[in-house]
């Protein structure tokens, strides 16, 4: 089935000293890690904003949409409210609401600085042979997924923020006979051991 209509969520925190990259207080400080959470949020919109095979594209945040670190983006995407519960929920919650009205979705967060606007509209197109598509994470998690169909077997009971994510996510798509795809891995910023990745004229 071919994807005409095709709907992108980034899934954000406030850049808040104390709310946003907490892993990275002991290398950075509170300040520094918020910073630094102000950075990849601004560097993931703007990739987001020059792709141009999507119908609909949001910014679903924490804690509220009113913060001001939104605001301050000038964005030309929706913003929503993630609500309540552990990432697993609101993914699903985000999914669900947005494949009522998309063929297909595409989630990302705000923690892969290499993530490209070329690898969001490729998505897109692999969306026609796919029912789903993946970027995993060098960590062991993902740092995109691209669902045709809501597939709430896959964010029950994960223990997110370890190396098990894609693992069992695989395990639970083949179970599920899900035909999908992956793209070579990418690194995610959110130990101190990541900060490595991160290119060479940014924070720290």
């Known amino acids: 089935m071919g994807v005409s209509e095709v709907a992108l969520i980034i899934m954000a925190k406030a850049p808040v000293p104390g709310l946003a990259k907490t892993r990275l207080i002991p290398a950075l400080g509170a300040e520094g890690a918020a ?6 949020l601004a560097h ?3 990739t987001a904003r020059k792709a141009s095979n999507f119908s609909h594209k949001e910014l679903c945040v924490t804690p509220n949409t009113d913060h001001s670190a939104f ?5 030309p995407f929706t913003l929503t409210d993630q609500g309540e519960g552990d990432l697993g929920v609101r993914m699903q919650r ?18 892969a600085p290499a993530m490209t606007t070329g690898l969001l509209d ?14 995993p994470a ?23 923020s370890t190396n098990q ?10 179970h599920a006979s899900v035909h999908w795809h992956e793209y070579p891995p990418m690194a995610d910023i959110d130990e101190p051991r990541d900060l ?9």
């Open 196 to 204: 490595i990745h991160l290119p060479a004229d940014w924070l720290p």
């Open 35 to 40: 910073s630094l959470a102000k950075q990849l």
């Open 44 to 46: 993931t919109v703007n």
């Open 71 to 75: 605001a301050d983006l000038c964005l």
């Open 165 to 174: 994510v894609m693992a069992i996510t695989r395990e639970r798509l083949g």
């Open 138 to 160: 060098l960590d062991g998690g993902y740092t995109l997924i691209g669902l045709k169909q809501v597939l709430p077997e896959l964010f029950v009971e994960i223990p997110w």
């Open 122 to 135: 490729q998505a897109v197109d692999d969306l026609a042979n796919y029912n789903a598509v993946f970027v």
């Open 94 to 111: 985000a999914f669900e609401r947005v494949l009522e009205q998309f063929d297909a979705t595409i989630m990302i967060g705000t923690d």
